[in-house]
C-alpha cells in the first residue's frame, strides 16, 4: 500500500498561481510513474499530466500544456504539479496517483494508488 497525499490547493485569482504537492512517507515513491488529474463538480475525472520514475520524461493533457510544470524531487519523495495563469476551467479537486512502471508514451493507464485530493479554486 502507498500513501499519497496533496497539498497545496487553494483560492487563488484568475491568472494566478499555485504549486500542489503530492508526498508519500515511504521510500518507495521515486518507483512510481505519478500522474495528476483533476474533477470539477458534475464533471468526469481528467487526466492533466504524468511523470516518470526518474523525472526526465513528461507528458501533458493539451489543455494545459504551456501553464502546467509536473516536476519530482525523489530525494524528498515530492511530485509537483506548477499551475499558472490559472483559469476558470482549472477550478476542480486536483489528485496524484502512482502507477507501476514502466513508463509508456501515454498517461493513460492502471494507477494503483491514490490520494484524497486538494481542492483548487479560482475566483476574484
Known amino acids: 500500500q502507498l500513501l499519497l497525499v496533496e497539498s497545496g490547493g487553494g483560492l487563488v485569482q484568475p491568472g494566478g498561481s499555485l504549486r500542489l504537492s503530492c508526498a508519500s512517507p515511504?521510500?518507495?515513491?521515486?518507483?512510481?510513474?505519478i500522474g495528476w488529474f483533476r474533477q470539477a463538480p458534475g464533471k468526469e475525472r481528467e487526466g492533466v499530466s504524468c511523470?516518470?520514475?526518474?523525472?526526465?520524461?513528461?507528458i501533458y493533457a493539451d489543455s494545459v500544456k504551456g501553464r502546467f510544470t509536473i516536476s519530482r524531487d525523489n530525494s524528498k519523495n515530492l511530485v509537483y504539479l506548477q499551475i499558472n495563469s490559472l483559469k476558470a476551467e482549472d477550478a476542480a479537486v486536483h489528485y496524484c496517483?502512482?502507477?507501476?512502471?514502466?513508463?509508456?508514451?501515454?498517461?493513460?493507464?492502471?494507477?494503483?494508488?491514490w490520494g484524497e485530493g486538494t481542492q483548487v479554486t479560482v475566483s476574484s
Open positions: 511523470i516518470s520514475p526518474s523525472g526526465d520524461t513528461t
Open positions: 496517483a502512482a502507477s507501476f512502471p514502466p513508463f509508456g508514451d501515454s498517461c493513460q493507464r492502471e494507477y494503483t494508488y
Open positions: 515511504e521510500p518507495t515513491l521515486d518507483y512510481y510513474v
